[in-house]
């Protein structure tokens, strides 16, 4: 049995007083996907957020065995992790070429990906290379988010509400963008609203309620579990 | 004529040094968030240091060393100091750079005393380099052009054409994402602190020399850096850059203008010899910044060139 590449122990958060995680395990193992559902609020963010160094966690995170909790977000993305944020967070007065150049942590060891690979899978970011990332559509942002996070190397991407605000037809799209991102072999932990895309792509379901998970297991399965989707999904 | 092509060149020469100044107060602001009340101390640190060097050595190893020295004490003032009080909110930052204002002017007291030290031109370029009108222009104002636009072109190659330059522009404006792309964003911080404060250090080695060193350089200079950074839109480089000269060329062009009240609404009755009337433009100098900075926060509160309001 091989270690998990992720592995969360008991983690707990808070913004000011307000106890927002409750003790949140989960695992994700070398090149797997792990969809994280949930309702608006329970937290799952703040997940992604605690385990990135972007709120103060309470509790053990172990990324490829070593201990990350509380460590600065560059050290732990040094290791490795990757985070697509749910704001996307594009640097909107640079050109395209220049948000990806940014997403190069060591121009001296460059990553798997160059520059020009990344303009070739996607031909809307190439026509618009030099233009100022801010005029870009909201799913050219979303890819422009997720291929600079890839200029990293990242062994494990959080990548936390990809589709929010986009059309059906794009999100679809972005849905296939993670499924190719995860043939390369990068594990990813995907935070989403949207079941279609989560079922389609994810290995396994964490579904999250109250600052918790309460449930786990894999799309098969949960798609048979009505009781979880009625008292935890739907609105 | 003559005057105003003087006031031209003095006015493009202190628009220029103010730059040196207002350029990293701004780039720090975007970063802190406050202003930091203690920029223009190291503006004076920068002439002190040059005093001492180049009493010590010469000019020109103060020119280089002055300025790097001050940037060290910026970035250590960063680390240690600022970084700490960081966590602590907006307030206690612009209280910590208060306190420091002071404390450095009364070390600075401490160790050269209370009044002006003798910071001189070097005698290399003490001499007038060209006429304009029969009147003589300095050697060393042409030198401080050069230095000012070198330190311009500087620090634009560095911001605009370096991926140093795009992190730090990067990190100024969304610090969490950057961290989360793998780059220092504590270690850019005290870099551009350090770098803001070596600016102002270099100001204050070209200038000192040709206005007063003492104690009390600091709290003249920084009110007019304050406005600069305000009027030219707070964060914005190009702003600061455009109120800088702006600034710099009002003030020279009043004091050069002879005329008082009376002559200018003479027509309206006013004499020379009434109180109003004998107020001369050039009088007007020192107030018409901060009565830009005035206007400026009544009408147009996010500035010439910025993004946010205050």
Known sequence: ?235 | METIVFALVNGVIYGLLLFMLSSGLTLIFSMMGVLNFAHASFYMLGAFFAYTIMGATSFWLALIFAPILVGLIGAAVERYGLRRVHVNGHVAELLFTFGLAYLIEEIVKIVYGKTAVNYRVPSILDFPAVQIYGADLPAYRIFMLFVAMAMLIGLWLLLRRTRAGLIIQAALSHPHMVGHLGHNVPLIFMTVFGIGCALAGLAGVIAGNIFVTDPSMAVQMGPIVFVVVVVGGIGSLEGAFVASLLIGLLQNLAVGINASFADIFGFLGLTSASEVGSITVSSLGPVLPFLLLVLILIFRPQGLMGEREL
Request: some cysteine.
């Open chain 1, 1 to 235: 049995m091989t270690e998990p590449m992720l592995k969360v122990t008991d983690l707990h958060a808070f913004y000011g007083k307000s106890h927002v995680l409750r003790g949140v395990n989960l695992e994700i193992m070398p090149g797997e996907v792990i969809a994280l559902l949930g309702r608006n609020g329970v937290g799952r963010s703040t997940t992604a957020k605690a385990i990135m160094g972007e709120v103060a966690p309470k509790g053990e995170i172990l990324f490829k065995g070593q201990p990350i909790a509380g460590l600065e977000s560059h050290k732990i993305a040094r290791l490795g992790l990757g985070y697509v944020p749910e704001a996307r967070d594009i640097f909107p007065t640079m050109t395209v070429r220049q948000n990806l150049i940014l997403g190069v942590k060591n121009m001296r060891k460059p990553g798997k990906h160059s520059i020009d690979q990344m303009l070739d899978m996607f031909p809307n970011l190439r026509e618009r290379a030099d233009n100022p990332a801010g005029v870009l559509s909201g799913g050219e942002k979303q890819m422009l988010t997720m291929c600079r996070t890839l200029m990293g190397d990242p062994d494990l991407i959080i990548i936390d509400e990809p589709t929010e605000g986009l059309a059906p037809k794009i999100v679809h799209r972005i849905g296939d963008m993670i499924a190719d991102i995860a043939r390369t072999g990068v594990a990813i932990l995907l935070i989403e609203q949207k079941l279609s895309i989560a079922l389609r792509i994810a290995h396994r379901v964490y579904v999250m309620g109250h600052g918790e998970i309460v449930y786990s297991g894999t799309p098969e399965d949960f798609r048979t579990r009505d009781d979880i989707r009625a008292e935890w999904l739907e609105v």
